[in-house]
């Protein structure tokens, strides 16, 4: 493979522990300054109640600097509203483009699709999933928050169920953000569904793990 050709979006992935063709694909997306080694751990707790899922952490295309192994969807400088659209929206059409090669790599469907982010990846997971061409199985967004709501309404393409999960300390991504995305996705006419973990900081616990697991085995099912 030519360095032209090497694909922009990859990372660490986890083949079903069942064998064989998968049935369905997760993929986690990390956080500001992480990598997909660090959500692919996520992954490998949740694994076994999933035997025929595949998955997959792409790191975000973009180094920080002077910083070893810390990826960014997009910089951070301003922590404004506008940073944030504009963030999501130049990132969106490599991981699209990521999303749909992963699904015909694997002979799978949209429907057959599952995305999970968290903080800044949950962020790019919302933006992405529910403007999809075609419809997915669910998102799953942790510790993170809707980017420019007003414009879901005229963006959206597909209403995939919703779980967000938010710790109720959390001091980076304020836990109102929940509260805010959840209503601006019920307005969207999008099945969301929330799990709080009482006094938890910009973490997930066993508690957020395990509804996580759930959601993907019943939208996976």
Known sequence: MTAHSKPLLDGPRLAPVAGGKPTGLVVLL???????????SLARMIQPSLPGI??????????????????????IETF??????????????????????ELKS?????DRLLIVGFSQGAMMALHVGLRRRNGIAGIIGISGMLVNPASLKA???????VL???????D????RSLELASQALSAAHVPVTTHI?????????????????????????
Not at 172 to 175: A, D, G, L, S
């Open 30 to 40: 990390h956080g500001y300054g992480s990598n997909g080694d660090d959500l692919i």
């Open 54 to 75: 595949a998955f997959v952490a792409p790191n975000a295309p973009s180094l920080m600097p002077r910083m070893a192994n810390a990826h960014q969807w997009w910089p």
């Open 80 to 101: 404004s509203a506008a940073e944030r659209a504009m963030g999501v929206a130049n990132a969106a059409p490599d991981l699209d483009r990521f999303l749909s090669n």
């Open 106 to 110: 694997h002979g799978l469907a949209d």
């Open 155 to 161: 963006a959206i393409t597909n209403r995939p169920p």
């Open 164 to 170: 967000l999960i938010h710790g109720s300390a959390d």
């Open 172 to 175: 980076v991504v304020p836990f």
């Open 197 to 221: 973990s009482s006094g938890l900081g910009h973490s997930v616990d066993q508690e957020g793990l395990a509804a996580a697991a759930a959601f993907v085995a019943r939208v996976l099912s």
